[in-house]
Nanobody
Framework: QVQLVESGGGLVQAGGSLRLSCAAS????????MGWFRQAPGKERESVAA????????YYADSVKGRFTISRDNAKNTVYLQMNSLKPEDTAVYYC????????????WGQGTQVTVSS
């Protein structure tokens, strides 16, 4: 059974930092792209960042470029999202997801972790 478990969310003041982690289990993710998404109240879910197994391809949404960094530790089957210079508009539930490299759709999703940035 595949599981993605996020951790690291919380309450932080604007300008602060948080590091999210996503631990994956249940299969080998060597051919999977790992991504982070977020959904704020009343808004659609949006893609934040993504990374291939090798790390050769990385994607960032324009809204987080220069502030967020995605990385992965394949030995630990874990992907991270380092979030710096946080803004109130970054407040959302953050989800980890995985998809096969050749696929368009994400196959697996975590339960989400709340990030709240106070002004």
């Amino acid at each position: 059974q595949v599981q993605l478990v996020e951790s690291g969310g919380g309450l932080v003041q604007a300008g602060g930092s948080l590091r999210l982690s996503c631990a994956a289990s249940g299969r080998t993710f060597s051919s999977y792209v790992m991504g982070w998404f977020r959904q704020a109240p009343g808004k659609e879910r949006e893609s934040v960042a993504a990374i291939t197994w090798s790390g050769a391809w990385i994607y960032y949404a324009d809204s987080v470029k220069g502030r967020f960094t995605i990385s992965r530790d394949n030995a630990k089957n874990t992907v991270y999202l380092q979030m710096n210079s946080l803004k109130p508009e970054d407040t959302a539930v953050y989800y980890c997801a995985a998809r096969r490299t050749e696929a368009q759709k994400y196959d697996y999703w975590g339960q989400g972790t709340q990030v709240t940035v106070s002004s």
